[in-house]
């Protein structure tokens, strides 16, 4: 009988290769019919989706590739001390262009957040060090619970973080989903076939993940400036990741450009509904889509350099 492993190599090769065309469909669908994407969000389905996400990434990686995270040490302090002050700046200065104060208040809680959790898989796609943006990941997570209401209090915004529940709810999200995965992987390393398979997993749940947030975008012209203003942030974020990735090899470069410019919606918006009010989190929804939508690229422009360099 035939062995499954190369089929699953295949389909999972596949499903990397088309991910943006996935990702685009996705987003159309969700908007077009925004219904069981909702429902499913209201019963903690984003929580479960990234903690899934975040466990196929932790099987990922091998123990051998923290090695890199030593090596890069300096570079990671560097990464963090500047994006924790950059951030919020920028966030604070795109937000200028809307005009509802509670819609702006809620864009600045982006400049806050955390890392997209979904960009160490990304990385993994893309080819880049996982374990680096896995540690950028976790370094902003940390520096968010420790500074996100000071930092939207010196903007000018009168925040009230939940510092203990952002703290645990961030823990079981990212910290024991990628804990647990880095060790099942040291304990049993996956063959050719189960290492294909997770990589599918982390395929379909970055779309299940994109399903969700895209349902919760309410098409409205109010809204053009907000996303105009969020696209600002988003390129900012973009540049500002290029340019602390500078001097370093490829692999390293897309792990700490990728987390610098990609934050976490979620965590976005459960900062903006504690410190706000629910109606200040309306725009990490679009906020959301156009992460994945710009992390999604990073994976096929790798592939596409490397199938010229080949």
């Known amino acids: 009988m035939r062995e499954p492993g190369p089929a699953l190599a295949t389909a999972a090769g596949t499903a990397e290769r088309f991910l943006l065309a996935g990702v685009l469909a996705v987003t159309v669908a969700s908007v077009g019919a925004p219904a069981p994407g909702r429902a499913f969000s209201r019963h903690n389905g984003i929580d479960l989706t990234l903690a ?29 001390a500047v994006s924790a002050v950059a951030l919020p700046a920028l966030a604070w200065a795109a937000s200028q262009l809307i005009a509802d104060p509670v819609l702006r208040s809620g864009m600045q809680a982006a400049g806050v957040a955390p890392a997209e959790v979904a960009t160490v898989a990304l990385c993994v796609m893309a080819g880049g060090e996982a374990a680096v943006c896995a540690a950028l990941l976790a370094g902003s997570t940390v520096l968010t619970v420790l500074t996100a209401g000071p930092a939207l209090s010196l ?17 079981l ?28 997993i982390a395929v379909a749940a970055l779309l299940v993940l994109l399903w969700q947030v895209a349902s919760q975008i309410r098409l409205d012209a109010a809204y053009a400036t907000v996303i105009a203003a969020l696209a600002c942030y ?77």
């Open 52 to 80: 899934l996400l975040v466990l196929a990434t932790g099987l990922s990686l091998r123990l051998s590739d923290l090695a890199a995270v030593r090596a890069a040490g300096r570079r990671i302090a560097v990464v963090l």
């Open 155 to 171: 903007l000018g915004a009168r925040a009230n973080v939940p510092a203990a529940s952002l703290l645990g709810q961030l823990a």
């Open 173 to 200: 999200i990212v910290a024991l989903p990628l804990a647990a995965g880095i060790a099942l992987r040291a304990v049993r390393p996956p063959g050719p076939a189960a290492d294909a398979v997770i990589r599918l």
């Open 234 to 310: 988003l390129a900012g974020s973009a540049v500002l990741g290029r340019l602390l990735a500078i001097g370093a090899p490829a692999p390293r470069a897309t792990a700490v450009a990728l987390p610098v410019a990609l934050r976490d919606f979620a965590v976005a918006a459960g900062i903006a509904a504690a410190a706000f009010g629910p109606a200040a989190a309306a725009p990490l929804g679009a906020y959301g889509v156009l992460v994945l939508l710009a992390g999604s690229v990073v994976p096929a422009l790798a592939r596409r350099r490397a199938h010229h360099g080949a």
